[in-house]
């Protein structure tokens, strides 16, 4: 990606996300994989946090020949959010993170940069924000002022 920037992807609720597009962060990557996740009634946690995670599910492509009539082994494919290389920040709604905290939690590189935001039904608690909670860890508060 030299030479480009890096994408903001967002997951949240139809509202939020809607507002994020609308403010112009969508786009497609070159497998046309969009950078945001509209989550309804119907989506399913593990939907979610695949999307959001490094490994999404195991694949397998069936190989031609007289050689090996069987599938290749599977293998992991990298989709999720966290393994886009394109992927420089990674906005979630914090409602939808605290049903993949684990998820989040376990996230400690720099890039993508996690932040959870509020939505409409749900307020910011930064008591809740797993990033701001080790981003506090880092200052005693003796080095705040």
């Known amino acids: ?3 480009r920037g890096k994408l903001i992807a967002v997951m949240g609720d139809e509202d939020t996300v809607t507002g994020f597009l609308l403010g112009g962060i969508g786009e497609l990557d070159k497998h046309r ?4 996740l509209v989550v309804e009634k119907e989506t399913s946690l593990a939907e979610i946090e695949e999307t ?6 195991l694949t397998g492509a069936p190989m031609v020949g007289p050689l090996c009539p069987l599938t290749v082994p599977f293998f992991p494919v990298r989709r999720g959010f966290l393994a886009r290389e394109d992927v420089g920040m990674i906005l979630i709604s914090q409602a ?3 049903q993949i905290r ?6 400690a590189r720099a890039l993508p ?3 959870e935001i509020p939505s409409k039904d749900h307020p910011y608690d930064p008591a ?3 990033v701001l909670r080790r981003a506090r860890g880092l200052f005693a ?3 705040l002022r």
């Open 96 to 98: 939808l993170a605290e």
């Open 113 to 115: 940069a996690v932040l």
């Open 33 to 36: 994989r969009p950078n945001f």
């Open 102 to 107: 684990p998820a989040v939690a376990a996230h």
């Open 1 to 3: 990606m030299a030479g």
């Open 52 to 57: 959001f995670r490094n490994v999404s599910h």
């Open 128 to 130: 809740r924000d797993s």
């Open 141 to 143: 508060p003796d080095e």
